[in-house]
């Protein structure tokens, strides 16, 4: 098991907000273990609550969080498939949309409205404890 923090491995990129805010967090803390990540909840106030979203670099990976429900998060690719612009998260209508051509996908990363025609990929997470755990 090795450790280190979001100012090796990872720093905040924003949150749910496309990318106008570019926030670097060097004391948030991250532990792997092989392909595993564990982000301690403490430290990403915006995934406390259900419908809060970020996204991450995590050992070179961007790397989208959606608190989904009370219990589960999730972990997409946010890079669109169409033309490589950012997704976000809409938790009004509990979809990730992109802004540059209007492409759509849903939470397991289908499409569910083009251009794009090419799934994001999905990466598996939990919420354990106090922490997310996501495998890359
Ligand atoms: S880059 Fe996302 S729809 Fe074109």
Redesign the pocket.
């Known amino acids: 098991m090795s450790s280190s923090t979001f100012g090796r491995r990872g720093f905040l990129l924003g949150s749910g907000l496309g990318l106008g805010t570019l926030l670097v967090l060097p004391t948030v803390s991250s532990r792997a273990e092989g392909g595993k990540v564990a982000i301690p909840l403490a430290k990403l106030e915006v995934l406390k609550s259900v419908g809060g979203s970020v996204v991450l670099k995590l050992k070179g990976k961007l790397v989208l969080l959606v608190r989904d429900s009370a219990t589960s998060v999730r972990a997409l690719d946010p890079v669109?498939?169409?033309?490589?612009?950012l997704?976000a998260y809409n938790p009004g209508e509990n979809k990730l949309k992109?802004?540059?051509?209007?492409?759509q996908f849903d939470l397991n990363g289908r499409v569910v409205h083009?251009?794009?025609s090419r799934p994001l990929a999905n990466y598996a997470a939990e919420l354990a404890g106090e922490q997310i755990i996501v495998t890359l």
């Open positions: 669109c498939t169409h033309r490589e612009c997704v992109c802004p540059c051509h209007g492409s083009g251009p794009a």
